[in-house]
């Protein structure tokens, strides 16, 4: 591993008990200060390869190593590195948003100081102040996603994971989401691995994309890349959101 790469897994398989193979030898490379998006249709495998690569689960057979640590024998520092947002996330219901993220910082061993203020700094960057005293059960659902996201990022991760973020925020809360988002990759020069199904946003806001299909990664490439491969001399015409539909299309005859 160098000192550009972030994340990589090498041979990553997992099978749930019941037999589904979730993912088949997966090889992946992400590097430093990336914004990746990691697609594929529902079922492909991409929650189960976040899970992985975050310790929450572990592979059946592979290697991966995340921000240069083990998931599985280096879990401690490994979380003291990384920032996760799942997509079942629970928050205390009676909480509220600045009480949880003072917190987090506490457990992350921040003063007591300067966990008031890395939590004001993120109450900001999220545009969280209307709702900080707020408990969590009175949090909308784009607020309640926005809060997780902060919570992640307290202990200033190198690494966020973001499992399909913006689900069931409104256009307005996800645009103002998206730039907390990239201020953060920008001035503090978090790498981003996100998974959406919303290529319009991955298309607007990664650069990198990995497609898994079936458990296994089906391209791997830049977003430009990757719609100017879909066979159309003016990239410029055609979104990612066409090239991801005929790419699955393509493969899906060949599979047949
Ligand atoms: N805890 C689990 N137990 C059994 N099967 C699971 C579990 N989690 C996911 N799966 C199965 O593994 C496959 C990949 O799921 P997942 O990683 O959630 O895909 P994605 O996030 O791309 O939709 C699916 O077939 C799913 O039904
Ligand atoms: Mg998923």
Known sequence: MNDTEIVRALGVSKRYPGG?????????VIERGDRFVLLGP??????????????????????CTVCGRDPVRETRELMRAIGVVTQDNDLDPQATAEELLCFQGRLFELTRSGSTDRAQELI????????????????????????????ALVHRPKLLFLDEPTVGMDPEVRAHFWDSIRQINREEGTTLVL?????????????????????????????????????????????LEDGYLAYLSEVNDVAD
């Open 20 to 28: 589904v193979l979730a993912l088949d030898h997966v090889d992946l």
């Open 42 to 63: 529902n079922g492909a495998g991409k929650s189960t390869l976040v899970r992985i690569l975050c310790s929450l689960s572990r592979s059946d057979a592979g290697e």
């Open 124 to 151: 900001d960057a999220f545009d969280l102040e209307e709702h900080a005293r707020k408990r969590v059960t009175e949090l909308s659902g784009g607020n309640k996603r926005k809060l997780h996201c902060a919570l």
């Open 195 to 239: 998974t959406t199904q919303y290529l319009e946003e991955a298309e607007r806001h990664a650069d990198q994309l990995a497609l898994l299909r079936n458990g296994r990664v089906a391209y791997r490439g830049t977003v430009e890349s990757f719609v100017a491969d879909r066979g159309t001399t003016d990239p410029g015409r055609l979104s």
